[in-house]
């Protein structure tokens, strides 16, 4: 059976992302949706010696109300790029895989950049070269779809001629799985094995270079693997809900 997932571009993003990507036949990211500042498109969390800390790239949003995100344009009066790779090299240097990634990742730091889809998609691109994924994830605003919610879903599943769709447990309250009849929809979750990090215990949900830092890109390649198959099996042997045009 041939699965679809999708995730929303965002900068940095986390662990789960990658697990997602993994697990599908398909995995597309939504650059077209409508931006919003509570959001964490623009913005990731890492792990320093006094705890979590975010790093934000400022946007463009007053009077900007209802933009997509693939139109957020950065705001040009903060040196963000500057700021994030000193905060990054002064809480990672003395991590164990820092200099496997250090050097092109500082280039992507240096660019100059207009809109927020244009960085989260380059820092992207960089992430998949760094686990050896071949086949970029598509993206939403290359695909010519205009409908919304349930039925954008569709659509997307019936592009990529996908029988199922592999939806993270945190969308389970904003999808209705009666309005995608023909598609098998299964919420999946996961656990987030622990993994060596700097500053004591273990905390999840951090951005993705947390784990490639300290583990290397190896390891991680690895552990999504292995994670990512238990979530394909989990989907597949135990019982699903399919919703046909009967009920």
């Known amino acids: ?31 077209d949706i409508q931006f919003s500042t509570n959001g964490n498109l623009n913005r990731a969390r890492l792990k320093t010696a006094n705890g979590v800390q975010w790093l934000t790239i400022p946007v463009l949003s007053k009077g900007r109300g209802g933009q997509k ?50 960085v989260a998609w380059e820092f992207l691109r960089f992430f998949w070269k760094a686990l050896q994924w071949e086949n970029l994830p598509q993206r939403t605003s290359k695909l010519g779809i205009t409908s919304t919610g349930e039925q954008r879903l569709a659509e997307l599943a019936k592009q990529a001629h996908a029988e199922a769709y592999l939806a993270h447990e945190k969308y ?27 500053f ?23 552990r999504l693997r292995n994670i990512a198959a238990r979530v394909r099996e989990n989907f597949f042997f135990r019982s699903v809900q399919v919703f046909s045009r009967s009920e």
């Open 69 to 118: 995100l693939n139109e957020v344009e950065i705001d040009p009066t903060h040196e963000w790029q500057r700021r994030h790779w000193r905060t990054i090299v002064f809480n990672y240097h003395h991590a164990p895989y820092f200099g496997e990634l250090a050097d092109e990742l500082e280039v992507l730091y240096q660019r100059p950049y207009q809109k927020l889809a244009e």
């Open 172 to 198: 389970r309250a904003l999808i209705r799985p009666e309005r995608m009849p023909e598609i098998q929809l299964q919420f999946v979750n996961w656990e987030q094995p622990p993994y060596h990090q700097q």
């Open 1 to 31: 059976m041939r699965t679809l997932a999708a995730e929303v571009l965002s900068y940095l993003p986390c662990e789960n992302f990658f697990v997602l990507a993994a697990s599908a036949d398909v995995f597309v990211v939504a650059d």
């Open 200 to 222: 004591g215990a273990f905390i999840g949900g951090l951005n993705i270079l947390d784990v490639l830092f300290n583990e290397g890109a190896a390891f991680t390649r690895e």
